[in-house]
């Protein structure tokens, strides 16, 4: 039996590392997770210019000085060519589109994704990634995702050779979405996508520590979730949408929406990478594939993993984690 | 426009009252919105013997006396007649038949429901009714109503005499499975049922006030559980299912199930029936089908209510009632 896994690094390339002191935290624990992170720019105020984009990132390295660090910022405005270049300048690889009010801090988000078409344009000139929260603001929560899906598909349409990657895929419209659509088109897989349902959030007692946007949804979207996953297609790659909340926020009765995933992620993703007898595919999953999609180059480090059982604390860094107090085997 | 309505007092044939000091208040309450209520046993311990439901009755009684209280036991064992001739004597006219481990306190519940048949062939027999909790144990959250519908219409052939009532319909299926069985099988409805879907959980940030079993589904759900309400269909009348949960029970990792509405359900169901322009309805729906189905006399005495707007408290009784915060129209 296998008791030991060598992988290079793991990236994420979808993360929340939040702000303030919090940041500290989230960022140095990322930094004993993974080799590289990109951070979301839904902070308060949001990411949005390129002296921003520059002082969050001194602000995670400070914390996390070995951790390789992608920036993004949020498209809640249309930019200048010049504005865009100075992102790029200062280390941002995507532009972050959240459309209005679907998750936390995005009461600041576009209306309309064809009111910032000129700056889409100027994206694909640039080469610089679009990253999407997809779902549709005013509809049933269930179709929110699959509802959005006619945006992206007109995205790819009009800017044919724009990068764009539609983050945390949650149901099986959106796998077949963007499984049909050209290699441009990539898409971010988290861990809690992988492995919950609603039956996680409401199906027993209520559990806020797994409540997030998009929703983990039926049987049959967590299944195609799964098999895009292990499916060895390079389109689809790790993106741990890590979203810690202070366990005040999530026991409320206006509780906020995110999994704190980051501290479990990897050790999730080898048991569930086992389980389905795919271990041989978790390197590309977890590292390559996102690399490549961002022209970056791939870890050349590695990091071993031990077949040894350890309990995910009750809380870290005042936030619960996914699968808190259950017993995981991969350290 | 009208600005007053006379309605027969109403009935609450489904009811959730509790126990100890929180009984005191919660009956007291009761007894200022409804002529009479129906008590469900799943106390702790439950309501399963005569005595038992005798002692249920006096605290109640004591509590709120001129409230009329039909009181129920839970079918958690086989009983013998006599058993059933004594809850009868001492105010029971249903047996409250939870599957195990799908609501508040039913870790006692049955897991094969053909083991009770006998006590069922009693009930039968001494024309006791049969009130169901209607999930199936162990399948996916938004499946466990549609699920149960093969014991009910098992139930409906094997005893044809068989008062049944499933409690609290919240789905399609239900819906239709009731319509399409004789008429000694009904179902109840409550006020939850007829506003809320899963986005008013779920749906933006995360409301364990409104979470509840059964849970609150889809749209297309929700309009049919209205249809039938509206419907003028005496196989549908009001159980509110008000469970009120402290606080804190609420606001926790693992949140209980159970929306507080007595405080405002005979409010919001005037709105309702108002807006749907079936006023004319309401007053069968609240307090005329269900006494006839239980073969009690129709209230004679009459409540009023005026359209006069009021704001619900945050709390009542150290619990979150149903919109909490909100205006209603009537008092």
Redesign the interface.
Known sequence: MLQELELPLPNDFHIHLRQGEALVNYAKSAGEQFGLVMAMPNTEPAIDSPELVKKYKEEILAAAPNLQVLLTFKLNKNYTEQELLAMQKNGAVAAKYYPF?VTTNSQDGVSKIEDIYPTIALLEKLDLVLSLHGEEPGV???DKEKDFLKHLEKLSKTFPKLRIVLEHVSCVEAVECVKSLPENIAATITVHHLIL???D?????????N?CKP?PK??KDRDAVRAAAFSGNKKFFFGSDSAPHALEK????????GVYSAPVAVPILIEEFEKENKLNLLADFVSNFGADFYKIPRQTKKATYVKKEWQVPKTIDGA?PLRAGETLKWS
Chains 1, 2 share one sequence.
């Open positions: 009010g049933f929560c269930l349902t609603l039956d959030i409401i199906g027993d007692s209520l559990r806020p520590q409540f929703l039926l049987p999530k026991q409320s009765l206006s509780g906020a929406a619960v």
